[in-house]
């Protein structure tokens, strides 16, 4: 028995020698390297000349180019010099199928803008084809612009899943519920049955998080908000949800509930983990305290808030208080785009105004929120938000070669103070290459352009 064992041992060995003999390498599905690698994990480190080894659905490692070079042979790779890899980025909020409403109006008050165009092109077009149509469109700017993950409310949200699924992209999706009829429902009740339909045919998804996204307390009774609230727990998936967009909304929550919209919500029982909070711009200190005491993400959308005169987040307050910060495009009819690297600059530009102190929100707080912050929010963190050994493989390179980006002393304020969308070359999600220099290969460009000038056509008629 002894000598059985010796023999295996060293047989053993012999076969480890062997290996190490043929350089040891690790065959991989993909290396990124020689790039400036920003990684957003928790030191913050950045890696002059780096790579990245995915394998599969997941990174593998981030390091030196070198020593990735030593380890790892890509059967795939791709030559970042010159260029500066990141983590995908994540939109916290928007309504996808939206970008067919982009500049329909402009400089309206909001209830104009609401009542005279955005509902009423709603009512019209607002359909299953509609919403594909949509979501392809958004889908291919978002991949354009280095959105890895995108969080929707919308309607027909299953639909949008299909579209978001063959896009590639990650989404948190979230069924709409609202209390008057609407394209997909005529009552909350069907709204509330549709949404159990849909997660329970999404969830478990690689790329799909469903969710229940109940409007706001004020188009919603108590007893839906809380139903909604119920779906999402028993179910085991985000709730999405508008708080504190506008003083109109804090106005209703005084007149009809003695209490703000975020303290009315808590009193329901409606604040917890697995909550997204898309605006909170009108929270006092306390409304801040209860978020973070319930574990809640809150969604900042600068460029929405500051084109409908909304008002500006208390995002200095928030990151002070330790609430879990991402940052949203909201929809493209109120921005009128989706690249998070304009709405990563807003935010910090609006919030060094409002403070009178250019030193809040710094470039690097900016692109947090854009990326690991944004992840923190939706409860992704330990997927998604960085580029770290064992999180998936959502990653984007950016090109740092033109005027505007030259020269370049610090990626990390390139990234948030000269970078635009157009910059992203090459976006991975889960490991999959959507686009790579600058040409999608999930996606039929021209064709999505045409159909959806084809919906605008329709539209222009519906709001006549
Ligand atoms: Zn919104």
Known sequence: MRKFLFVTTLLALAILAMLSA?????QVSLVIANGTVVTMDGSGRVIANGAVAVDGTDIVAVDTADAIARQFRGRDTIDAAGRVVLPGLINTHTHAPMVLFRGLADDLALMDWLNK?????????????????GTRLAALEMIESGTTTFTDMYYFEEEIAKETRTAGLRGVLGQTVIQFPVADARTPADALARAEKFITEF???????????PHAMYTLDGPTLKAARELSKRLGVPTLIHVAETRDEVKTAQERFKSSPTAYLDSLGFLGPGVLVAHGVWVSDEDIAILKM???????????NMKLASGAAPVTAYLRAGVPLGLGTDGAASNNDLDMFEAMRMASMLNKLVTSDPRAVPAKTALEMATIG????LG?????????GGKRADIIIVGMSSARQTPMYDPISHLVYVTRGDDVQTTIVNGRILMRDRKVLTLDEPAIIREAQGWAEKVRAAVK
């Open 22 to 26: 043929q350089g040891g390498q690790r």
């Open 203 to 213: 969830k478990g998804d690689p790329l799909i998080t469903p969710a229940v996204a």
């Open 117 to 133: 165009y955005i509902f009423p092109a709603e009512a019209k077009t607002v359909s299953p084809e509609f919403v594909r149509a």
């Open 374 to 377: 944004g992840a923190r929010a």
């Open 380 to 388: 992704m963190d330990r997927q998604i938000g960085s580029l770290e």
């Open 294 to 304: 319930r574990g809640v993400g809150v969604s900042h959308n600068p460029e929405s």
